[in-house]
């Protein structure tokens, strides 16, 4: 992939990114929908929301609480629902390379969410005087430039990631030697496990909620055996 | 009561979207309450260039910590007590007992329970053959039910009650509202994950048990170790060694 093919989907990936914290918390940047989108943007919407359905999964395990570090998913989502739909149809190894690929990027993205933060910080610090005296020239200065720095960290990301794993990504798939369903019951049951340990870990604490679960599990498992 | 006119109202809630875009580890989300609560403090006597627009924007610029969709309630009151001249002091004490309760109720309410209620339902949409129109709009179209007039309801209470807003948060939906998403998220999760794995994984009933079982053997052992480890990095740490494996054999 080169850099003119790499920069609209950098510009997905930014505006997605923008949606985790700073605007609008639509969560557009949800994996379910920046990866459906990216692959929609290719032309392979199905493929985007493959790959978006399982991250989505994973990304249970880490919701966004206050200051805390978490990765995020807006740019991760774009890269793969981007790098899985790129793959011919039924390639062995997309998937499980993709959904790394996307981890990897999810992981380096809210790196740079915490480096941003500390800019943020060492701008508002030069600026403090003046807020102090309630300029509102300063205020919106720093509201601003906190937003626009926010896009251009994501469009950095989604670029960068890009240009790294699309290469990566296809030639794992070239030589890729596991067979394909033995490569999709290990994402599948990776995904089932991290997303039943993330409802467990925010509803453990709700009265019933094992049975409620139960319930739901019994219902599936009667839809299954019907005949 | 100070009456604000509707596109002033309007601008703030426009605003509220962007409260987050200078969030830093200073002043945490302090100058994105200044940025939003900004429209209204121009309503000041003296204006934009009045000392008293001025000392309000120092002050409501200063650090606060709320969840971002409850922050309105917090704007909506700040904004009332500085139009109606509330003494500084008081403001400030105010916006200190404000910040925990907001993080804390948003938080549970919104993080732990309705966005993951929201992800169960669309993985469930997908699961029963959902096409990606269908399961990204699902998704949107509830999440931001919620959200936007969750934001809406924190912004009109605000202003209504000014420092007497506490008592909002004692409201059923904000109480007891966690716990019901949850139960129901629950029970959505059970069909959904199962029937979104199936699709995935592709047909075969076989494949699919198997799956479930080693899925409800996995959980167990990440619900006993839920504080020590993160299941999304266990999840990174299985899938490269897997993708190494499959490459070097």
């Keep these: 992939m080169n850099l003119l093919q790499a920069l609209p989907i950098a510009m997905l990936g930014g505006l997605l990114g923008l949606d985790v914290v700073s605007f609008p918390q639509a969560m557009i940047s949800r994996p379910i929908v920046a990866a459906t989108v990216a692959g929609a943007f290719i032309g392979h919407s199905n493929a985007g929301l493959l790959i978006g359905v399982v991250l989505e999964m994973i990304a249970l395990d880490t919701l966004p609480f206050g200051a805390s570090r978490y990765p995020e998913w807006g740019s991760a989502g774009v890269v793969g629902g981007v790098l899985f739909a790129m793959q011919p149809l039924g390639s062995r190894g997309a998937l499980p390379a993709s959904i790394l690929a996307a981890l990897l990027t999810a992981s380096i993205s809210g790196w740079s969410m915490v480096v941003l933060r500390r800019i943020i910080a060492s701008r508002l610090e030069r600026a403090r005087d003046r807020i102090e005296e309630g300029s509102r020239n300063a205020l919106i200065s720093l509201h601003l430039t906190g937003m626009s720095m926010d896009l251009l960290r994501g469009a950095l990301v989604t670029l960068v990631a890009m240009i790294i794993f699309a290469p990566i990504v296809k030639a794992i798939v070239a030589v890729w030697g596991s067979d394909s369903a033995p490569s999709r019951a290990v994402v599948v049951v990776l995904a089932a496990v991290v997303a039943g340990g993330a409802l467990w870990k925010v509803y453990h604490s709700v009265r019933h909620i094992v049975w409620f679960f139960l319930a739901g599990l019994i219902a599936w498992t009667l839809l299954l055996v019907r005949p | ?249």
């Design chain 2, 1 to 249: 009561m100070v009456r604000l006119p509707l596109r002033v109202r309007a601008a703030m809630y426009f605003r509220l979207l962007a409260l987050q875009g200078s969030w830093n580890y200073e002043t945490l989300n302090g100058t994105g309450i200044g940025f939003v609560i900004e429209p209204a403090l121009r309503h000041l006597p003296g204006g934009i260039d009045g000392p008293a627009y001025r000392a309000a924007l120092a002050r409501q610029s200063r650090y606060f910590n709320a969840h971002p969709y409850l922050a309105g309630v917090a704007v909506g009151a700040l904004t009332r007590a500085e139009l109606e001249g509330v003494e500084p002091a008081r403001i400030e004490r105010f916006r200190t007992a404000l910040a925990g309760p907001l993080g804390s109720v948003g938080d549970r309410l919104v993080w732990a329970s309705w966005l993951p209620f929201c992800s169960v339902v669309a993985i469930g949409v997908y699961g029963l053959g959902g096409s990606p129109l269908g399961v990204v709009g699902t998704f949107l179209l509830l999440y931001n039910t919620g959200h936007l007039l969750l934001r809406a309801w924190g912004l009109r209470i605000g202003l209504s009650r000014g420092l007497n807003v506490a008592s909002a948060l004692g409201n059923p939906v904000l109480r007891q509202g966690p716990q019901y998403i949850a139960c129901a998220a629950a029970l959505i999760a059970g069909m959904a994950v199962p029937l979104a794995l199936q699709r995935v994984a592709g047909p075969g009933r076989a494949l699919a048990g198997a799956i479930i079982g080693v899925a409800l053997v996995g959980i167990l052992v990440l619900a006993k170790l839920r504080e020590r480890v993160e299941g999304w990095r266990i999840a990174l740490g299985v899938l490269a060694v897997f993708v190494l494996y499959s490459v070097i054999t």
